[in-house]
Structures are given as C-alpha cells and as structure tokens.
C-alpha cells in the first residue's frame, strides 16, 4: 500500500478552529470571560444548594424534635442567669409533661429567631450566628438535638472626647461608657462637658432591661449642670437632679416613657441692670415631677427627612402631693410630615409644636425655670434665641402658651444629589403668650393664634452627624414689639429644627 504524502504548508497560515462557547480571543477578554464563566457556575450551585436546604426544611417542618439543650458560645463576661431570662421565655415547652401538641421543626426555628433576635437587641454582642448541633447529653433520644448560638461580645470600655463650636458658643466634652456592667446588659455612661454658655454640665446614667424580650428599658440617672442665661435673661441657672426613667416600645411602632424627676434650681449671677421679674426669681427651688411622653416616628432620616411621620406629646406634673415649690401642669405636642415631590430632588417639610403650662399654685403663679422660651434658628428663624414673647426690660421672662409651625422646601444641589449639602427655603411663624387664668384659656388662645410672628428665607443645610448645621438669610415679616429680631445671616446648630 503507498504511502500518502502529507500536504505542504505555507504560511500565512489561516486559523480555521470553531471558538467554544463564543470564546474571545484577545487575553484580557479571555480572562474576564472565563471568570464570569466560573461565578455562574458558582452562583447557580449555590442558589440550587438553597433551593435544595428550602426544600429539605419545608418537607420536614411537621417533624417531632425536641430541644435538648441551648448553648451560647463567646458570652465570657455575660451572666448566666441573664442569658437563661431570655432564652427559657423562648423555648417550646417539653411534651407529654406541659405541651398538648409535640414539639416540631418549625416550633424550633421560630424559638431560635426569637432567641437571635433577643441577643442582638441586648448590644452585648457584635454578631450572633445560629445552628443546630446535634445533642452532647448521652441521655438524649432520638429527635433531640442542641440550639448553638455563636456569639462575639463587644468591648466593655468606650472612651471620647470632642470640641464643638457653633451658635456663638465653644463646647469641650468627654463622655465614657462600660457595657455590660454586671453582666445583664446593663450599661453606665458619663459625660462631662464645659463650655461658654452651659459653662458645666455632667450626667451619669445607668440602664438596664427590664423584660427579656429587651422592648422595655429602665434607667437612673443623676445630672448637674451651669448655664449662662445672661444672653436674654441676665442671670445663670444651675441644676442639680436625679430622673428615674421606663421606656418601652420602639418609635416606629409607638414608644413610651415614664419618668419621676427630682431637682434643685438655683437662679443667680444677676447682671446690673437684671430686671425686678428676674431678681424676684433668683434664689433656690425644688421640683418633683411625673411625666410621660408617647412617640411615633417613621422618617426615613432623623437630621433630613425626606419621606414619614413624627409626633410626639408630651405631659408633666409637679407638686400636689409630690412635694416641691414648682406646681403646674404642662402639656406640649409636636409634629412633623416630609413628602418627596416625584423624583426632583425637592421634598417639602412641614413642622408645628405647641405648649402649654398651667399654673396650680397660690393664684396661678408659675417659676422661671419652668416656663417656655421662644424663638432661634432651630424655633422661629430670623429671631434672636429664646427672645421672643414677655419682657421686662431687657430680660425674657418667658410664657406659658406657645405654639411655632413651619414649612420647608429642601433641594439637593444639582448635578451634586450625594453631597451632603442641601438647599431650603423655609417660613416659619409662631408666638409666646403669658397665661391669665382670670381669663377664659379659649380667648387667650384666640388672641395667641390671631396674632402670630411670621419671618421667610432661604439657606443651606448641612449635614454634620450627629446634627444638623444651617446658615440662613432671613427677614422678620411681622413681629410683637416685644420680640427680639434678627435679620440677615444666622447660623443654628441642633437635633431638631422647625
């Protein structure tokens, strides 16, 4: 048989192999291709892997097991007993002895959420991560098995200090903070700080939970502080006081608190030309007081919002069994509605709060330190701070009837939406009344709400956590001859603004 030449080749030679799977020929694209080839691989054994676990646990839910035992691994510094408050409430009672009904797989993965979820809200811990093992104890059955739950506990100590400067006024603060104090949870923090118009001030608190489900809170705290009021009122004020606190709830589905408060004022430092209201209030008094205050808030930014609802309200009485000089009642509410307006950029905001205190002592007569102030750029914008409402020479004595509403549209700067700078344009109206209760509250009322101080502007917000930073130029469109004005430029720094 003749042998078969093989065929001569000259270059140029022409590439005629078929490309597997549109495979790219240049290097770099070859690369990419096959990396995006291996995560789909990977994304489609992992997502068959769960549709795999889903199934396995769904056909088995109506399973009997029986918890044996649950283990918390990591909680070195936390109590046992504590941990037992919060995880027994959780676990399905044992059957025959107490349930009706034997325990299931779904019954345990519920318990085991519940029991995550209860350590987390306690802030023991920076991760928890749950599974089921099977059981160490030699006497277990068939259908037991162990709930782990392993966790990493956060630092106990947290030490900080800051400076601050804004609305005419310099602040040096240091706070610290132990976590986890007696191994429940509990938490002790206390700040100091000195400044030029709350010259000192410290507040130690302790908190602690007071159900396992970790929605109610109390708390004891003791706090004293010196502010120079000399601004609007020629005089420094210092407290010295306990507060005993429960809080239970969450904001976003209604939150309470209940608290007893009891404190010493001592109005002194009077300037010269200090006003005859304003002598007659120096000196010390004392007031002891329950309150409580409900609080619903859905805003999507506590600083900017753009989107919910916030109101709260607000009820205090002093005196009348208590013990104390101060006897009144008070009573505020505020409000708050954001909306985008499509997606412009443009949302609008609007705020209003109100308050009263009626007086229940020898003719209606109410304290200084009690009454409310008026009127600043996170209040009425366009006036000076705290100088709105009754006057006695230089002095601001303050009111018992107030109320402030408010109405802003904020922009992002164009082009420029993840700056944390915005535009606004505001107008603000409100007014500060005393309270004659010689005469009907409804006419004081008609007469307050008849009359109110109005000023518009325009500004820049600034976000700056954990507060919020304005620069305004606004004008006073209407104003009490007792109101002190401020037009042109002024700057707020604060939580919350109208």
């Not at 085991?112 to 277990?140: C, G, H, M, Q, W």
């Not at 002194?268 to 007081?289: Q, W």
């Not at 956590?465 to 700057?491: I, T």
Request: with cysteine.
């Amino acid at each position: 048989m003749a042998d078969l030449d093989s065929p001569q080749l000259k270059p140029p030679l022409h590439n005629s192999s078929a490309p597997r799977e549109k495979e790219p020929k240049e290097l770099d694209k070859l690369i990419k291709w096959q990396q995006d080839r291996i995560a789909r691989k990977l994304r489609g054994e992992y997502e068959s892997a769960i549709l795999h676990l889903s199934e396995v646990i769904n056909d088995n839910l109506k399973t009997s097991v029986n918890i044996s035992a649950v283990r918390v691994e990591g909680a070195t510094h936390t109590r046992q007993s504590f941990l037992g408050a919060i995880i027994n409430p959780a676990i399905p009672p044992p059957f025959p002895a107490v349930a009706e009904q034997p325990t299931t797989l779904e019954d345990v993965l519920h318990a085991t959420r519940r029991i995550s979820n209860s350590l987390r809200k306690t802030d023991i811990f920076s991760s928890v991560e749950a599974y089921i093992d099977r059981p160490r104890d030699i006497l277990a059955q068939q259908g037991d098995m162990d709930l782990v739950f392993k966790t990493k506990e956060r630092g106990r100590w947290y030490v900080s200090s800051s400076t601050e400067v804004g609305n005419s006024e310099g602040t040096a603060s240091a706070s610290a903070r132990i976590r986890n104090v007696f191994g429940g949870a509990e938490t002790f923090e206390a700040n100091l700080s000195l400044g030029t118009k709350t010259r000192r001030a410290f507040r130690g608190a302790l908190t602690a939970p007071l159900t396992p489900n970790m929605t109610t809170f109390g708390e004891i705290s003791a706090y004293a502080l010196e502010r120079d009021l000399s601004t609007y009122a020629s005089c420094t004020e210092g407290l010295r006081g306990i507060r005993a606190v429960v809080r239970t709830g969450i904001p976003s589905r209604g939150a309470n608190e209940f608290a007893y408060d009891a404190v010493i004022r001592h109005i002194a430092g009077l300037t010269p030309t200090a006003s005859i209201s304003m002598r007659e209030a120096a000196g010390i008094s004392t007031k002891s007081a329950l309150s409580h205050s409900v609080l619903f808030d859905t805003r999507d930014d506590r600083i900017a919002a753009t989107r919910g609802v916030y109101a709260k309200l607000s009820q205090e009485l002093a005196g009348h069994g208590l013990g104390g000089d101060a006897h009144f009642y008070k009573i505020e509410g505020e409000g708050q509605v954001s909306r985008k307006l499509g997606d412009s950029g443009v949302s609008v905001s609007l705020a209003a709060r109100s308050g009263l205190l009626w007086g229940l002592g020898e003719g209606g007569k109410t304290l200084f330190s009690d009454r409310f102030q008026l009127g600043g750029p996170t209040s009425i914008r366009s006036f000076r701070a705290n100088s709105m409402g009754p006057r006695d020479g230089d002095d601001s004595v303050g009111g018992e009837l107030y109320y402030s509403a408010g109405v802003s549209v904020i922009s992002s700067i164009p082009t420029k939406a993840h700056w944390p700078v915005k535009t606004h344009a505001w107008v603000n109206a409100g007014r500060l009344d005393g309270v004659n209760q010689d005469v009907p509250l409804k006419d004081t009322i008609a007469a307050s709400l008849s009359r109110p101080s109005i000023s518009a502007g325009v500004g820049l917000i600034y976000r700056f956590d954990p507060v919020r930073v304005e620069v305004n130029f606004g004008v006073p469109l209407a104003a009490n001859k007792s109101d002190g004005m401020r037009r042109g430029v002024q700057v707020g720094m604060g939580l919350e603004f109208m």
